[in-house]
C-alpha cells in the first residue's frame, strides 16, 4: 500500500512546472509538450490558482502526478490531470482526483469543471468515479479556407475587445472555461467586426497562430445563411490557410452552419461538472 504526500503548486518555478506536466502527460493521445513559457501563458490566461493545484508525491518523493486548477469566483476548472507512467493503473489516479475533489470544496468552491476526450475512456471512469456528470459533447472542426464560399464580404474592423463586451447577448450558448471572457481579455484574442450583405453588425474574437484561424466566439445580429456565414469566415481568415473551432458546444447555434460549409470533426471532448 502506497502512501502520498500532497502540496500545492506555491513552490515551484515554471521550468519544473513545465517538466511536471510533460511527465504526467506522456503518451497522451496527442502531444502536448509544454515550455515554461507555454505554462505560464496557460496560467495567465486560464487563472489556474497555485494555491488550489494539487501536486502528488510518493513517500520516496517521486513525482506521481498533478490536478491543475483554474478558480474564477465560486467555479473551478480542472485544467490538466495527469499521472506518471509508472503510477498508472496503481490506484493512485482515484486518490489524486479525490484530492482535487477535497481543496476544491476547502477553497469554497461550488462547482468543479473539465473538459476530457471522448476517446480517453479512463480519464471518463475516474472522473465519473469522484462525481463527474457528464453535461454535453464539445466539437473540434476545421476546414481549409479554401473551401468556403467566395462571396463579397463587408469591410472589417479590428476593434477593441473590451468594446465588445456590452453586445447583448455576447454569448448565445454557455462557453467552455478557455472561451469565458477572462480568458478572451488575457489571451492574444483579436476582435473584429464584419458587416454582412444587408449592412448588419457582426463580430467574431478570434486567435491567429501557424497560418491557422481559430474562432473563439461568434456575435451575430443578423440572420445568415450558412454560405453567407462561411464567406465572413473566409474574408475574416484572409491570409490563413485554415479555419478551426475547439470546444464549440453541440448545441451552439453555429453548428448546422459548420456541417453545411463542410467543416471536419477533428477531435471532441465531454463537459463534465461535478457540484461540490
Ligand atoms: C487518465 C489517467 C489519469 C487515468 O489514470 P490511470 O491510473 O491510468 O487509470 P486507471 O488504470 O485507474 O483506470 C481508471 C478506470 O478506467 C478503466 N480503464 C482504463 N483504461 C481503460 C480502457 N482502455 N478501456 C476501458 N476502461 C479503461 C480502469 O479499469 C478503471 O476503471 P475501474 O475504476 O472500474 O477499475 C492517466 O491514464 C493519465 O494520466 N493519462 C495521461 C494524461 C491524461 O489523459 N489525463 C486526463 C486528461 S483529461
Known sequence: ??????????????????????????????????????VSD??????????????????????????????????????????????RGTGASKILANEMVRVAKESGLTQLQLEVLTQNTAAIKLYER???????????????TSDLPVEPAGLINSVELASLLSWDPFYTVRPTWSLEIPSLLTGNSEALTIADPDDQLNAFIVRR?????????????????????????????????????????????????????????FFSQYDMLLKL
Open 1 to 38: 500500500m502506497h502512501e502520498y504526500r500532497f502540496s500545492n503548486a506555491l513552490g515551484y518555478t515554471f521550468e519544473q512546472l513545465a517538466d511536471l506536466h510533460n511527465r504526467s502527460f506522456s503518451g497522451y493521445f496527442v502531444p502536448i509538450t509544454m515550455s515554461a513559457a507555454q
Open 42 to 87: 496557460f496560467w495567465r490566461v486560464n487563472q489556474i490558482d497555485a494555491n488550489c493545484c494539487v501536486v502528488m508525491h510518493d513517500s520516496q518523493g517521486a513525482f506521481v502526478g498533478m490536478a491543475r486548477m483554474g478558480t474564477r469566483g465560486t467555479h473551478g476548472w480542472c485544467g490538466g490531470f495527469g499521472i506518471v507512467p509508472e503510477f
Open 130 to 144: 469522484v462525481g463527474f456528470v457528464r453535461q454535453r459533447r464539445l466539437l473540434g472542426l476545421e476546414i481549409a
Open 209 to 265: 497562430a501557424n497560418g491557422i484561424m481559430q474562432i473563439q466566439a461568434v456575435l451575430l445580429r443578423s440572420q445568415l445563411t450558412a454560405s453567407e456565414y462561411g464567406a465572413l469566415l473566409r474574408a475574416l481568415a484572409a491570409d490563413c490557410s485554415k479555419v478551426q473551432i475547439y470546444n464549440e458546444p453541440e448545441e451552439s447555434p453555429q453548428i448546422p452552419h459548420y456541417k453545411e460549409l463542410g467543416f471536419n470533426e
